[in-house]
């Protein structure tokens, strides 16, 4: 069993449709993306994540 990702393929890309740079996803990969837009992904995630925990406290 290969250690899975914190973000699921999903939610990376919604937050690449959200943030605009999903098209580049489509065509080049996640390679592709700049590392401007994963750091902005990471970020966008970690404010889910925070959202969601405040709303289960």
């Keep these: 069993m290969g ?6 393929t999903q939610m990376k890309e919604e937050i690449a449709k959200e ?7 489509k065509q080049e990969g996640w390679g592709g993306i700049k590392s401007r837009d994963a750091g902005n992904m990471v ?7 925070e959202q969601q925990m405040r709303g289960k406290s």
């Design 19 to 25: 943030l605009g740079f999903y098209d580049t996803v």
């Design 43 to 49: 970020k966008r995630a970690i404010e889910i994540a």
């Design 3 to 8: 250690r899975r990702g914190i973000m699921s």
